[in-house]
């Protein structure tokens, strides 16, 4: 599978980029709390340590498939 996303870093966002408009975005907020926006307008809120566990949670989704 071709993976031709790339991270672009803009005023403490860094948006998750496909050269094409509505790139998911993720910052830290005012509350210093993560946050992700998605394409669709929906924004999720979590704990720095939730996080963290993201990458791990993509492979095992990864390794289940």
Do not use: W
């Not at 830290?28 to 993560?34: M, S, T």
């Amino acid at each position: 599978m071709s993976n031709n996303h790339y991270l672009r870093r803009e005023a403490g966002e860094i948006f998750l980029c496909c050269g094409k408009a509505g790139c998911p975005s993720v910052q830290v907020n005012e509350e210093g709390f993560v946050e992700i926006k998605d394409d669709f307008g929906n924004t999720v809120k979590m704990s720095r340590s939730e996080a963290d566990l993201l990458p791990e949670a993509v492979q095992a989704l990864n390794e289940k498939e």
